[in-house]
C-alpha cells in the first residue's frame, strides 16, 4: 500500500516539474517571439480577408458567405480585431526584454496594409459607418506607438544593416502618411471617412437637386429626344468645381452631361465606330441616374415634369429598342453599383480630381517598397548576427522570422497589385477616362489613346450584383423548424433568431425571361401602379379573380396567390416561359415576405405576424401530409369547403381551384399567373425606405432594388387603396 502511494506521489511530482517547466519556457524570450509572430500572422490574414470579402457581399448572397461576412462586422474579425490585434502586438514589442530589427517592419506593414484598403467590408449596411467616427483617433494613437518602437529601435540597432532596414520602413511609412494626408487635404474629407456619413454629400445633392428642379425648364425648348439624348442635360461630372466655389450649378465647359457624351464626334463614342452597342455611353448615363438617385438619401426630390422627362428617357430610349429590358437593366445595374460605392467605400473621394494620381502614387510605392524591405531582410539576416540575438531558425539556419517577413510582405504586395488592377478598371475610372476623353478634342484624332480607353471600359472582370431571385416556397418549408441548439433564448443575445417555416429554397437564376416580362409591365403602366387587376383585365379573368386582389393587406395578396400558383405548379406543370416567370417571382415575392418584409409595401411587423399565422394554418390544416401531392389533395378539399372560415390557406385553394377552372388550358392559365406576378412585381417596387434598399445592396442586391431605381426615376405611385374586408370575413367572390 506504502509502494502505491509512493508511486502515485512520484507521478504527481513529476507532473507538477513538467507543467512548471512548460510554465517557464512561455515567459521565455523565444516563447514571447513565437507569440507576437503567430499574432502578426494571424492580423495578416484577417487584414488579407479584409480585402478580399469587403467587395464580395455585394455578389453573392450565398448563406456561408453572408455568416463570414456578418461575423466581420457583428463580431470585428475584421475591422476591429484586426485594429486591436495592431495596436496589442506594438505593444508586446515595446515591452520584450530582446530586440530585433524585424519588429520595426512587421509594425509598420500591418499598419500600413490596415490603411491601404480602398474598400470597407459591410454587413449591416449604412449602421456600420456610425462606429467608424473614432477612426482618426484610433490611427493617431497606432502613429504615436510606432514612432516610438522605430525611435527606440533606430538607437539600439548594433548593426548597419539592421539600421538601414529601419529607416527603410520609417520612409516607407512617411510617405504614406504623407500621400494619406495629401489626399485627405485635396479631398476635404477630414471630418468623415465616408461621403454616406458626412456633410460633403448634402452640399454635392444640393447642387444636383438645385439644379434639377429647372433642367426641364432651362434644356432643349423641343421636344426631348431620348435616342440621341438631345435635351438631357443631365450632369455626368464636373459638378466638383461648382461645389469648391460655393456657386450655383450651371454648365460651362468643365461640366460633362449626357447630352455632350451623345455628341461627341470621336470615334471612341461613335455609334458606327467604338461604341455600336452604345454601352460605353450608358456608363456614363449610369452615372449621371446615379447622382439623381442619391438625392432621396438626403430627403430631396425632383419636381413632377423632371420626373416626367426621366421617364420619358426609361421608356421611349433605354426600353423601345430591341431587347431594351437587357440595356435598361444594365444601365440600372451600374447605377446601384455607383449607390453601393458612394455609401460604403471610399471610391467617391479616390475618383476625385488629383486624388487618384495620389492613390496611384501610393500603391506603387508601396509596391516597390516592400519587395525593397525583403531585400533588406535577407541581406541583414545574412550577416553574422550575435549570439545572444533572440530568433527562430530551422535546423538548416535558415531563419524562420525572415521567411515571415517574406511571406506578410508578398501578400501585401500581391493585394496592392490587386487594388490597383480593380481600381483602373473600375466604372469609377471609366466615367472619368470617358469624360476626359469627351473633354479634349485633341484625343479624338489619335488612334492609341481611344484604343486604350476602349480596352478599359470594356473589361468587366466581375458581375456587380449577384443576379439571382431568391426564393420560398409555403408548402415545402412551413414545417421546418430551427434547430434549438443554435437558435435559442441563449444564442438570442448574439445572432438574429429564425421563425418556424423560415427556410430558404434554392435560389433561381435571374432569367432573360423574367426581365422581359416584369419591364412590359412597367412600359404598360400609365404611371400609376395596380396590384395585379390590370393583367386580370387585359385576359379577361377580373370577373372571376380580382377578389384575391382586395385583400386586407398587400402580404395576404402575395401568400394566397402563391399558395395557388403553387397548386397550378403541381397540377399543371409545362415547360414554357410563362411557366418560368410565374413559378419564380411567386417564391420570389414569398421569399421578400419572410426573409425582406422591409422591401414591401406593408409594415415589417405586419407582415411577420400574417407569415407567423399562415405557417400556424398550413401546419393544422397539412398535419399529416408529408409529400407535395398529399399536400395539393389536401388543399383542395379545404377549397370546396362551404365553411365561411377566414383563412388564407382556404383563400389561396380556393384561388388554385378557380384558376384550374378557367377552362382554356394549362398554357392560359400561366399566361394570367405570369402576367399577373409581372405586374405585381412592378407594383410593390415603390418605396420611401431608401435606406432598407442600401442596407440589400451588401448582401447581393435585390431584383426589386433594381425595380425600385427605376420607378423612382419615373416618379411612379401605387394607386389608392380600395376598401379592404377584413380577416374577420372572407372577401367576396363569385362562385
Request: with cysteine; aromatic share 10%; hydrophobic share 40%.
Amino acid at each position: 500500500m506504502r509502494d502505491l502511494q509512493k508511486s502515485q506521489m512520484e507521478v504527481v511530482n513529476k507532473t507538477l516539474t513538467e507543467a512548471t517547466a512548460v510554465m517557464k519556457t512561455l515567459h521565455t524570450p523565444k516563447a514571447s517571439l513565437i507569440h507576437i509572430e503567430s499574432l502578426v500572422c494571424l492580423t495578416a490574414m484577417l487584414l488579407l480577408l479584409r480585402t478580399i470579402f469587403g467587395s464580395l457581399g455585394r455578389r453573392h448572397n450565398v448563406r456561408k458567405l453572408k455568416f463570414m461576412l456578418w461575423a466581420g462586422s457583428t463580431l470585428g474579425l475584421v475591422d476591429t480585431i484586426s485594429s486591436f490585434f495592431i495596436t496589442y502586438t506594438l505593444g508586446l514589442m515595446h515591452e520584450t526584454s530582446f530586440q530585433t530589427e524585424l519588429f520595426p517592419v512587421w509594425a509598420t506593414f500591418l499598419i500600413v496594409f490596415f490603411r491601404s484598403s480602398d474598400s470597407f467590408s459591410a454587413y449591416n449596411g449604412l449602421e456600420d459607418n456610425d462606429w467608424r467616427k473614432n477612426y482618426h483617433w484610433q490611427r493617431l494613437f497606432e502613429n504615436i506607438l510606432l514612432a516610438k518602437l522605430l525611435s527606440m529601435h533606430v538607437r539600439m540597432s548594433p548593426m548597419i544593416w539592421g539600421v538601414m532596414t529601419i529607416w527603410g520602413v520609417m520612409t516607407i511609412w512617411g510617405v504614406f502618411c504623407l500621400l494619406q494626408f495629401a489626399q485627405l487635404m485635396v479631398s476635404k474629407k477630414a471630418k468623415s471617412l465616408l461621403t454616406a456619413q458626412g456633410y460633403d454629400l448634402q452640399r454635392s445633392t444640393k447642387l444636383i437637386s438645385d439644379y434639377m428642379s429647372s433642367e426641364h425648364q432651362t434644356s432643349d425648348p423641343c421636344n426631348p429626344d431620348p435616342i440621341q439624348m438631345r435635351g438631357y442635360n443631365y450632369v455626368v461630372r464636373g459638378e466638383e468645381t461648382t461645389w469648391v466655389n460655393g456657386s450655383p450649378l450651371e454648365i460651362t465647359d468643365k461640366v460633362v452631361t449626357v447630352v455632350k457624351v451623345w455628341a461627341c464626334q470621336g470615334s471612341l463614342l461613335s455609334s458606327t465606330g467604338g461604341d455600336k452597342d452604345g454601352k460605353l455611353k450608358d456608363i456614363c448615363l449610369s452615372f449621371s441616374l446615379y447622382k439623381l438617385l442619391s438625392l432621396r438619401f438626403c430627403s430631396y426630390s425632383l419636381p413632377k415634369e423632371a420626373h416626367k422627362k426621366l421617364w420619358t428617357l426609361i421608356r421611349n430610349g433605354l426600353l423601345e429598342e430591341k431587347n431594351g429590358y437587357e440595356r435598361a437593366f444594365r444601365v440600372i445595374e451600374v447605377e446601384l453599383s455607383f449607390l453601393f460605392d458612394l455609401l460604403y467605400t471610399k471610391c467617391p473621394i479616390i475618383f476625385q480630381p488629383v486624388l487618384w494620381q495620389l492613390k496611384v502614387t501610393e500603391l506603387l510605392l508601396l509596391v516597390i517598397g516592400s519587395q525593397a524591405t525583403i531585400g533588406l531582410c535577407f541581406a541583414s539576416y545574412n550577416l553574422n548576427r550575435p549570439q545572444d540575438e533572440v530568433q527562430l531558425a530551422t535546423s538548416g539556419g535558415l531563419s524562420i522570422d525572415v521567411l515571415v517577413t517574406s511571406l506578410i510582405l508578398t501578400l501585401f504586395t500581391f493585394v496592392q497589385l490587386g487594388q490597383l488592377f480593380f481600381m483602373a478598371i473600375s466604372e469609377w475610372a471609366k466615367v472619368s477616362l470617358l469624360c476626359k476623353y469627351v473633354q479634349t478634342p485633341s484625343w479624338h484624332e489619335k488612334k492609341c489613346m481611344p484604343k486604350l480607353i476602349g480596352l478599359i471600359c470594356r473589361m468587366r472582370s466581375r458581375k456587380p450584383w449577384e443576379r439571382k431571385l431568391r426564393q420560398y416556397s409555403l408548402l415545402e418549408s412551413h414545417g421546418y423548424t430551427p434547430p434549438l441548439w443554435l437558435y435559442n433564448q441563449i444564442t438570442a443575445a448574439y445572432i438574429d433568431q429564425k421563425r418556424d417555416g423560415k427556410k430558404e429554397s434554392k435560389p433561381a437564376e435571374l432569367s432573360s425571361e423574367v426581365k422581359q416580362a416584369v419591364f412590359h409591365y412597367l412600359m404598360l403602366n400609365s404611371g400609376v401602379l395596380e396590384n395585379g387587376e390590370a393583367s386580370l383585365r387585359l385576359n379577361q379573368v377580373a370577373g372571376k379573380l380580382s377578389w384575391a386582389c382586395r385583400l386586407e393587406t398587400q402580404t395576404q395578396v402575395i401568400i394566397v396567390w402563391h399558395i395557388a400558383t403553387s397548386i397550378c405548379e403541381h397540377e399543371v406543370r409545362i415547360s414554357d416561359s410563362n411557366f418560368l416567370v410565374a413559378s419564380s417571382l411567386s417564391k420570389y415575392l414569398a421569399y421578400l415576405v419572410e426573409f425582406s418584409p422591409e422591401l414591401l409595401p406593408n409594415h415589417p411587423y405586419d407582415s411577420e405576424f400574417v407569415f407567423d399565422k399562415v405557417i400556424i394554418e398550413s401546419r393544422k390544416l397539412l398535419k399529416g401530409c408529408t409529400t407535395g401531392g398529399e399536400k395539393i389533395r389536401k388543399l383542395k378539399e379545404i377549397g370546396n369547403t362551404t365553411d365561411d372560415t377566414s383563412s388564407l390557406m382556404k383563400w389561396g385553394a380556393q384561388l388554385g381551384q378557380q384558376l384550374l377552372d378557367v377552362g382554356e388550358g394549362p398554357n392560359f392559365i400561366w399566361k394570367v399567373l405570369a402576367e399577373f406576378w409581372a405586374e405585381l412585381m412592378v407594383y410593390v417596387a415603390p418605396s420611401d425606405d431608401a435606406k432598407a434598399h442600401a442596407e440589400h445592396l451588401v448582401m447581393g442586391g435585390e431584383f426589386v432594388t433594381h425595380l425600385w431605381a427605376l420607378v423612382s426615376h419615373a416618379g411612379m405611385e401605387r394607386e389608392p387603396p380600395v376598401e379592404q374586408p377584413t380577416l374577420n370575413r372572407s372577401p367576396s367572390r363569385p362562385n
